[in-house]
């Protein structure tokens, strides 16, 4: 075989597996993970009164953005994230609504 395709493997470079391999269900603020890993996705559960802020934060509601779901965001809306994270994950809720966030 002349070259190769690209390869996908189970892992990021930190060792973190690409798929999640934790689901939490949120309602409210609070921490998603204490550490660093990866955010895998976002689905809403429950629709959103108002935006739902995801930080790489092991503590608060600061720190760098890796995702917002939009206010009025319908049950069922996913959002397919796919980053790492460095020092944890914290999620920011401004009204209501529930979350399932997949992480590893």
């Not at 060792?15 to 890993?37: D, E, N, W």
């Not at 935006?51 to 779901?69: E, H, K, Q, R």
């Amino acid at each position: 075989m002349s070259g190769s395709g690209p390869v996908r493997t189970l892992v990021d470079a930190y060792g973190y597996p690409v798929s999640p391999a934790f689901t939490i269900p949120l309602s409210a603020t609070g921490v998603v993970k204490a550490s660093a890993g990866r955010l895998g996705s976002v689905l809403v559960t429950t629709v959103t009164s108002a935006a739902i802020t995801i930080y790489d934060n092991p503590s608060a509601a600061s720190g760098t953005i890796l995702c917002v779901i939009p206010a009025s965001s319908a049950a069922g809306f996913r959002v397919v994230v796919d980053l790492p994270v460095t020092t944890g994950i914290y999620a920011s809720f401004a009204g209501t609504g529930a979350v399932a966030i997949g992480y590893s």
